[in-house]
């Protein structure tokens, strides 16, 4: 059984839909106790860094989480803003991110883009996968993603990033460290690409 | 590569698909849950669903369908028709929608783009506008499905819808509606150099060669309706998308 992490700051059904779709259990929760049970996390999250940690230390979601998957080594997937929030800070808010991998979530520099590329980075686009993982297991360099995002991965230790993608420059667009995982971009609106990555995380 | 959405606009009317001309004449198409599914094999960059009977008819939009038809759709959904408060839009999302299409409560409650914008992100709030030409050639918006005209002028409108923090612009002509006679790129141009969001274009695509002159005058996305469900201009009903090869060769690796 999956456990979708409820914060109130996420699509969460989506997830919902794409996880049924491949025959895979989960359930939504926001409560300590059952997050405590769960085998495998999804952290969701669409919106602002300071929102998206605001919410989940209201919740009294944090202790239950570090102990999660700090100590018991549960596998998590971080999705789009729960992706970012698994870093140190952001330069959206002044809140702390969890700080599970150490990277900082950086503003796109505008002056670096062609005029014609807009922010938020709103757009289907490649994966450049930078080392071997189960999560993308059967996806290649031609796997497309959705992505929508203004704010992007930055890890300080190249040895934490999963795979990168080029909007105008290159930037970090998956995470791995050890049993946590993040993607920047929409695996559950991601057709096969996203469903091939899920199945793979139920898997893992 | 610069790759640019391009995007299936299915329209409902009591729950079935129907396609207009110059927004006149609703022709059936089918179940939309069977084109959802279609388009999911086909691999859509995006979907938007439109109700266009919602606010004519003045009532909430359909819960049980929109559910219905999200659950199925594994790719960006937007959906628009009948959305007039920031409730609906939290229920909306809540069913698994990820963008809110604005149009007819545009006019009267701009406030509504500010309250969704800062809750959900500007990234989730469409904002839908119809355009016709008046009798002497001048661009005017219109709202409830092409019925009544907004009392202000084009430019200064989307820029107000701008301002109130929409993440996108959907600019659909209504003269060009199902018309297969390319997209209007004047139109396209106008609005694009006016503000800074977005613009997704609508209206008059008549194949992949529709695309590259919208995106060259300014166009952000492409969205299309009548080449999607029709076989061609002589309307055979048939889901169809072009294909992944052909959009790298014929108009992402031209940008």
Not at chain 1, 16 to 32: T, V, Y
Not at chain 2, 30 to 37: E, F, L, Q, T, Y
Request: neutral net charge; charged residues 25%; contains cysteine.
């Amino acid at each position: 059984m999956i456990t979708i992490i409820n914060y109130n700051a996420g699509n969460i059904k989506s997830i919902q839909n794409m996880l049924k779709r491949i025959g895979a259990k989960s359930c939504i929760s926001g409560d300590a106790k059952e997050i405590e049970q769960a085998e495998k996390l999804i952290l969701p999250g669409v919106g602002h860094f300071d929102y998206g940690m605001r919410n989940l230390q209201e919740s009294s979601l944090i202790d239950v989480l570090n102990k999660k998957v700090l100590l018991d080594k549960t596998t998590l997937l971080g999705i789009c803003l729960g992706a970012q929030l698994l870093g140190n800070r952001s330069e959206e808010g002044v809140e702390a991110g969890l700080g599970w991998i150490d990277m900082d979530v950086v503003k796109f520099d505008e002056n670096k883009l062609p005029k014609n590329l807009k922010i938020p980075h709103m757009s289907w686009n490649e994966i450049m996968i930078k080392k071997q993982s189960n999560l993308l297991e059967g996806l290649t360099n031609e796997s497309r993603f959705y992505f929508v995002h203004s704010y992007r991965l930055k890890c300080n230790n190249e040895n934490d990033i999963l795979a990168t993608t080029n909007s105008g420059y290159e930037f970090t667009s998956a995470v791995e460290k050890e049993n946590i995982f993040g993607v920047q971009f929409h695996p559950e609106k991601s057709h096969k690409y996203g469903m091939r990555l899920l199945e793979n995380f139920v898997n893992v | 590569m610069r790759r640019i959405r391009i995007i299936p606009v299915l329209t409902l009317q009591n729950e079935k698909l129907v396609k207009t001309i110059r927004f006149k004449n609703p022709t059936y198409i089918g179940d939309p849950i069977n084109a959802v599914k279609i388009f999911n094999e086909k691999e859509v960059d995006e979907i938007v669903i439109l109700d266009i009977t919602a606010t004519k008819e003045k009532r909430e939009p359909n819960y049980a369908k929109i559910e219905e038809i999200a659950s199925e759709a594994f790719m960006p959904f937007a959906y628009g028709g009948g959305i007039t408060n920031i409730h609906q839009i939290e229920k909306l999302f809540k069913l698994g929608i990820e963008k809110m299409v604005l149009n007819s409560i545009l006019e009267t409650n701009m406030d509504l783009v500010k309250e969704a914008a800062k809750i959900f992100g500007s990234q989730s709030i469409v904002a839908s506008i119809d355009v016709k030409k008046n009798v002497f050639g001048k661009e005017q918006a219109y709202k409830i499905s092409g019925s009544t005209k907004i009392n202000l002028p084009l430019v200064e409108y989307i820029k107000q819808i701008e301002d109130a923090g929409a993440g996108e612009l959907l600019i659909n002509s209504i003269d060009r509606d199902g018309t297969y006679q390319g997209y209007d790129l004047e139109l396209i141009k106008q609005v694009s150099s006016s503000v800074h969001i977005p613009i997704i274009a609508c209206g008059g695509a008549a194949s992949i060669d529709s695309f590259l002159p919208a995106i060259q005058h300014g166009a952000s996305a492409i969205a299309a309706g009548s080449m999607f469900v029709y076989t061609g201009s002589t309307r055979g009903i048939l889901i169809n998308y072009p294909k992944q090869e052909d959009l790298v060769s014929k108009v992402y690796k031209q940008l």
